[in-house]
């Protein structure tokens, strides 16, 4: 078990090459955490039930068991100095269990705010940033009140759980509203939900801020497309007025002190019409949208992570190409396999998964650029990404 000292409570004030970083979840977020770590001297292991997970691939040893699983999380923070996690749905209590045994320098607030939808936007409101209306919901009645308040259309979403559109229900019209009604009559309960109103936006965005529980950086606004809820393509930096470049990133950074943030933080935005900013969602941890980041920044989201959580200054990362990410989903993987002999200018990712299905995200691609409208256009040009076309 790693040496710790007595004067931080059982945290080591900064970490040094040689220590080592346990990262709850083995998917491709551990994998480039895992990297970055491995750049800059750390030892790391892994905790994900998939034996050889894609973070483990490139890891020094893997506990393999549940997430859930008190005596494997146990297990990862007597072989680790510092323990962090890739992912939201991480046990909060069995994180704070392990803290005289390693250092959880994100925290477990940071988890348990994020973890919980109406938590999440009372926090984002009691710090001066505004996001959709909203109103918590337990019961169709209470549903009906806030539908009063809020009107249509508006999306129903459970309070916990869900990703890339599970766990939401659009609603447009009294229609939609029995559907949920008799789902409920049925016997599926009514889950703790948020019903939030749409946002006249005119397009998505997000930003990344990463600290070191005292100093916090962010990178450039960015412009993301979604299809079918998933993430499709992210354009760096965002065309966006100087205003709204200075209001993302001031309330980044004041979300940031808020959790005093350790790591790196994904805000995900909407951008009006009318240049007002709105935040939609946090995701505690890398993001996809800021994949960009490994080619076309001075240092890259896992980095500024892998120094956040390690006690390590900070500097405000620059940005040193415009540049497309694209994600590379499994019904993407053979074309784009196909076309990476003529695309030179192609910086290819691939997460190492075993298994190839529809809609998972297996790889990335970035292109840095002079010209983001243009490579949008020979990017979806080369029909690879057609499938997500079809409504």
């Known amino acids: 078990m790693p040496s710790l000292s007595e004067e931080t409570q059982g945290r080591k004030a900064m970490l040094l090459p040689g220590d080592t970083i346990g990262i709850v979840g083995g998917g491709q977020l551990g994998r480039m955490m895992a990297l970055s770590a491995r750049y800059m001297g750390f030892k790391v292991g892994v905790l994900d039930p998939t034996p050889d997970c894609p973070t483990a691939q490139v890891a020094d040893f893997q506990v393999t068991a549940e997430y859930d699983d008190r005596s494997a999380i146990h297990e990862l ?49 009691d710090h001066g940033t505004p996001t959709a209306p909203w109103r918590a919901v337990n019961s169709t009645e209470e549903l009906d009140a806030a539908l009063d308040e809020i009107h249509y259309p508006a999306v129903l979403k459970t309070c916990e759980g869900g990703y890339d559109g599970h766990g939401q229900t659009v609603l447009r019209s009294d229609a939609d509203l029995e559907k949920v009604r ?26 990344l801020v990463s600290g070191n529980g005292r100093d916090y950086v962010t990178f450039p606004i960015v412009r993301n497309e979604h299809r079918h809820n998933i993430l499709h393509m992210t354009i760096a930096p965002a065309e966006v007025s100087a205003e709204v470049a200075r209001e993302a990133h001031e309330l980044a950074i004041r979300l940031a002190r808020g959790f005093e943030l350790a790591g790196t933080l994904a805000i995900e935005l909407f951008v009006t019409k009318d240049d007002r900013v709105i935040v ?64 030179p200018e192609w910086n290819v990712h691939d997460y190492g998964k075993a298994e190839v299905r529809h809609d998972r995200k297996m790889g990335h691609i970035t292109v840095l650029t002079d010209d983001p409208a243009r490579t949008v256009s020979e990017l979806e040009a080369t029909g690879c990404w057609d499938d997500l076309k079809v409504a």
């Open 77 to 125: 923070a007597e072989r680790s100095d510092v323990l962090t996690y890739e992912f939201e749905n991480v046990d909060a209590d069995a994180i704070d269990a392990v803290r005289g045994i390693a250092a959880a320098p994100q925290g477990t607030d940071l988890l348990r705010v994020t973890q919980n939808r109406v938590r999440e936007k009372r926090f984002i409101n």
């Open 182 to 207: 008799a789902r409920a009559d049925r016997g599926g309960g009514f889950p703790p939900s948020i019903l939030e109103g749409f946002v006249d936006f005119a397009f998505e965005a997000s930003i």
């Open 280 to 343: 939609n969602e946090l995701a505690p941890r890398p993001h996809n949208s800021g994949h960009y980041t490994i080619e076309a920044c001075s240092f890259d989201q896992f980095d500024a992570h892998i120094r956040g959580i390690a006690g390590w200054p900070l500097e405000q990362p620059r940005l040193l190409s415009p540049a497309v990410m694209v994600n590379v989903l499994g019904q993407h993987v053979e074309p784009t396999r196909a076309l990476i002999k003529d695309h």
